[in-house]
């Protein structure tokens, strides 16, 4: 594993460090062992069915706050849906599923999370170091205290809870006061989650995903395809896939199984239910996104 020496090295060597500054921050850092038992993975065994994980993000609550959010933030969300298209419901969705609107943006110092996983956590201190050298980089950019700013315990920053490499590449500066504050300003949280979808390839008014069903004798192999939807609707049907609605010609898709309380659901994704899953590579996430998005449009 790389030292906390070689890594402020090559931190001074690539990118101009002060050796003695980093030295002296980086010993400010506590190394926190609640954060080392967070991040180990859990024995494996039946994960949380889809039904009990809905639960979680699409309740009473959140819709109740999307509203209120959205109401509050009527005019960036416009903004941002008109620049970038991506639906205001989605951006708000994910700030929901994220911190509740900016409630619980994590009680963490960041750069005690990204310390401990980057040299006191084997199975991806590659990565957390990847995360640390661009906080660094990017407090000293931005001219933030990296002592001061918290986040969640692997280092998600903000208001729609960006890790560092997220923000030095998707997080702007929406409302033009020359700071991209994605801790206390919900207009550049909102402009940059809207980012960070285009970015990440949002295609404007497509669908997201729809109901399906696979023949009984195609399940296996309509699941063990590739999770991006790189097979159109065609080669699907001919897999196995019954797909009673309109059919749309411009996109291609994946097949999501989904446990419900009266069995399994089957859905077809597309494109944009991806991109939902490049911000939390989950399908049950990008589906609780989704839903609770058309929750609060229907409630606002």
Do not use: C
């Not at 101009?16 to 038992?37: D, M, P």
């Not at 004798?217 to 897999?239: G, S, V």
């Amino acid at each position: 594993m790389v030292t906390q020496e070689e890594f402020i090295n090559d931190m001074v060597i690539r990118h101009g460090f002060n050796e003695l500054y980093l030295t002296q921050l980086l010993r400010k850092a506590k190394v926190k062992s609640k954060i080392i038992k967070l991040m180990t993975p859990r024995k494996k065994g039946k994960g949380r069915p889809w039904y009990k994980y809905r639960n979680i993000f699409v309740n009473n609550q959140k819709i109740k706050g999307g509203v209120k959010f959205w109401r509050n933030n009527a005019r960036a969300l416009q903004e941002a849906e008109k620049f970038f298209g991506v639906p205001a419901e989605i951006i708000v969705s994910i700030i929901g599923v994220e911190t509740i609107y900016g409630k619980n943006t994590g009680g963490f110092r960041v750069l005690d999370a990204l310390v401990t996983l980057s040299f006191h956590y084997l199975r991806r201190a590659d990565y957390f170091r990847g995360e640390l050298e661009n906080y660094l980089i990017l407090t000293r950019d931005e001219r933030i205290d990296p002592l001061r700013q918290k986040g969640s315990y692997a280092g998600a920053m903000g208001i729609g809870q960006f890790m560092p490499s997220s923000f030095r590449d998707y997080a702007i500066d929406f409302d033009g006061d020359g700071k991209r504050d994605i801790w206390t300003n919900n207009i550049d949280a909102i402009g940059s989650v809207a980012n960070y979808f285009k970015q990440h390839g949002w295609k404007t008014g497509e669908p997201i995903i729809a109901a399906t069903k696979i023949r009984t004798n195609a399940i296996k192999k309509m699941l063990a395809l590739d999770f991006e939807p790189k097979y159109t609707l065609q080669q699907l049907k001919q897999w196995g896939l019954l797909y009673y609605g309109k059919e749309p010609n411009y996109t291609n898709g994946m097949v999501i199984d989904l446990k419900t309380k009266l069995g399994t659901a089957y859905w077809l994704g597309f494109q944009n239910y991806y991109v939902i899953t490049r911000y939390n590579h989950s399908k049950h996430y990008a589906m609780a996104v989704y839903q609770l998005a058309q929750e609060i449009k229907n409630a606002k």
